[in-house]
Structure formats: C-alpha cells, structure tokens
C-alpha cells in the first residue's frame, strides 16, 4: 500500500507477501507476527458498563462522547451523574426556586441567568 521504486518492486512483494499480513477488520497493513496482538489489542469485543459490545480501540471514545452512563454535569446544581438521566434530572432541577435578592420573587432556577435583564 506504499509507493515503491520499480527496480525495488520484486524483492519488495516478495518480502511482503511472506511478512506482512492485511487485518480483515481494519485493512492495515500488519506483520504476521504481530497479527494475534495486534487483533487482541484492537479488535477483540469488549462490554461496555453500558453493556454495549464494542471493540476494545474504540471503547475510549465511545466512553467519552456516546456511551448513556458517560458522567455529565447538571448545569443548575453541578452534581454529576449519568448521561442518560441529565436531561430529567435538568428538568427537576431547573424547577427549583430561589427568592431574587433584587425583586424578592421566586425565580426558576434555569431562568436566573437572563433574570437581571427583566428584573425591576
């Protein structure tokens, strides 16, 4: 899969073809010696906490962008949980109220942010 210079070409794929080994899950060129870890290492399916199986080279950045029991942080109260229950927890949380110290209302939780641009 590399340019190589023709008067090199013969002794090359012959050096290939008796070395190197093409991985039928990712088609990278791979030495034969290396294959089995190679294949263990990258490719063997793992579970996820999520119970997900997945293969063990992706595994990180399925824990870090898709898998539901990823940690995420409520932007209200910042206790962290799982990302599948954020957005009930949001909800709720959201919800709560607490007394402007400018008007003395009860002011929503998510609505303390843009509160001071109507707030008397």
Not at 15 to 31: G, L, Q, T, W
């Amino acid at each position: 899969k590399k340019d190589i210079p023709v008067a090199n070409f013969i002794v090359h794929e012959i050096h290939c073809r008796r070395n190197i080994e093409v991985c039928c899950f990712c088609s990278e060129s791979i030495p034969k010696s290396e294959m089995k870890n190679h294949i263990e290492s990258e490719h063997v399916q793992v579970t996820c906490k999520c119970q997900m199986k997945i293969e063990k080279s992706l595994l990180k950045d399925h824990e870090a962008s898709a898998c539901p029991l990823r940690p995420a942080v409520c932007p209200y109260c910042d206790i962290q949980l799982p990302s599948n229950k954020l957005q009930d927890h949001e909800i709720y949380c959201g919800a709560r109220t607490e007394m402007c110290g400018g008007c003395g209302h009860n002011i929503m939780v998510k609505d303390l942010k843009e509160h001071p641009r109507v707030c008397g």
